[in-house]
């Protein structure tokens, strides 16, 4: 939006009028310090005065674009920022220019100004401007002086910079500063929540939010903050004491830190002390109150530094949870005049320390609710994930995030169990985690049957290690030459689906307590989840593969040949791009059926595509196209290029020895090579090329390639000798 579109609606012409102000004005200036102009108050007219009143016209209309800008919210560009610094500059050398070089230290002001409120790039162009400026007023005076010019640029060089990086180094400094007390604030966030119990006091986790998890922490700090605030100036008002104080046991309950006090002195201990000191000590232990008065001060009073105030009478109680029967904290009340605390009191602190202990089980409550739905969110959306993955691999990424976040783990797998040759075969099929030596060649790696946790897994269909991991003598995992350090805790799951188990879930922490029994549970669940899921995947992928290939050779069949070879011409129609088709019939292959057996026929056909697989390129589409024929789609070839490639499955072919029961069988191929877009870009007649070919070289002795350049030629060569 426009910040002139604020202003109450006016012409377009005046719009654009009052755009071009302050650009015409800077030029103006610039032209008339070009001829001399201001060359001090003598020689001032009306043209002189004009353009001055020109220039604050143009600032006015600045100042009042960049306010009705800021009033709808409406971003500044660096073409603002240009005209208000180059309004000012000529302002600037204009005083100069009329009241001679003394004032020049107002450029110095007016580059301060500009970069310390204007991004670095409108700060340098105007540095440039101001030296051009600089060069018209100098250069062109009575004294014409050079190095005065040289020494004005080089200190406003210097200034701006100067001035730029000490602005820079402040605001990175005070950056700096924030950063380290929000941290600190969280430290203490973190710290008063371990108090509370409103996380686990050996809590390191991260979970999948972060900063949800901070907020959450810090509106429940600030409420128990608010509830034991307003307890403690209820029990100084009613009480009349001189410091009233909760004092609340540390994560350890080995020591008691000052959590908030209202207070006379400013004596009152807030670092941590012994929780089994003192008279503090002995509440803790009776956990029950204790009132105290001397007409000469108290003894036991480690709630203060060496400083402190002669107590007159003391009475503190324990802050006791009321399910479990644990002292959380005391809550002490003192005054230094001889005026004992009653039992009136007594049951007036006690109730208020009741209240404190409320408003934390309270908010303890609360976290416990929210973590618990948040879990159960997460665990939803990973089963949802789960159900929505398509492929084996997209399982595999799915159950490793979803086991991460769940648990917050450091490192999980997933291995699959395969037979292979009778004996069975695992393999780590996805890893998340840097806690394996080798970890990048852990992923995709295969090892045998053996006597690891992975193996016996899958041999038991049971979770394994029963028992502490630091409990056992050797940690063989995968196999013996991989091993995973650090770990506190693991647990490895079968993935089982009906009565087929297809592989593992590793998960792994360096938190000894990170595993516990509800995360288990969940871990637990997503296993029986992901089996599933790869058990449909496979079956897909299994259709898929029968959909599109060959049952008997493996390689693709007619059908898929059909749909590659559109995708593949359609492409070379649209882009101009060369692809070449090969068609192959096995010579005599009708004998072979007849003299050895359709078994043996099958098998020659089976060994003819394991020869067309390994001789043709990765890119290459090879494909049964019926029978003994075999297609090959080659993209981005040329047939001379194809040409090399029949030749070497041609040669193959004939060297190759197939042994069957009847002794050793060599056959031959018949090759024809057809291109496009040189022999049409339509499947039918590309496949009719190639196909001629073919029949060319079975008519022309068998065992050839033939192109159609070739057949075409030899076709007119027999015309001539004929």
Known sequence: MSALSAIPPVSKLFQSLLRAVPAAGVLSAFIHLARGGFRGLHTLGWTEASL???LLAGLGVMGWRRFTRGAVGAPLF????LELGAVLIASAFIVVAIAGGGVFPLIYLVMAFLVAFLPRNAGLALLGMALAFDALVTLQGPERSVTSFLTHALFLALFAGLYHLVLSARIAAARRAENVAVEKRIKEVEERARTFRLVSSGSHDNPPDVKDEEKWLLASVKEIEGAVGAALEIAETALHTNTCAAFLLTSDDKGLKLYD?????????RERFNAGEGMLGGVLKRRAPVRMHSAHGLKGITWYDESAPTLGAVLAVPIIEGGSGLVRGVLVADRVTHNPFSDDDEKL??????EVLRSIEVERVMTYIRKTRDEKDRFFRAIEELNRAGSPDQVFLAVLESARQLAGLDFCAVTIVNEQEGKRVHKVARMLGVTAQGSKALEGRSFPDNNGLVANVVRYGAPLPGRDIKAMDRQVIFDEETQLRGLGALKIFPLTAGDRILGTLVAGSRRKAALDHDVLRMLEVIAIQAAQAVLRAQLYEAMERMATTDGMTGLYNNRTFQSKADEMLAHSRRYGRKCS???TDVDHFKSVNDTYGHLTGDQVLKGVARILRQQARDTDIVARYGGEEFAILMPETEAKGAKVIAERIREAIKAEVFQTE????KVTLSLGIATAP???????VLVEQADQCLYYAKRHGRNLSVTVAEAQGGRKLQAVEG
Do not use: E, N
């Open 261 to 269: 006090c209202r207070s006379a002195s400013d004596r009152v201990q």
């Open 78 to 81: 660096l073409r603002d920022d």
């Open 52 to 54: 001055v009143v020109f």
């Open 662 to 665: 009847m002794g050793p069988l």
């Open 678 to 684: 040189d022999h049409g870009t339509d499947k039918l």
């Open 581 to 583: 088709l090969i068609l």
């Open 349 to 354: 602190l006690t109730t208020i320390a009741a």
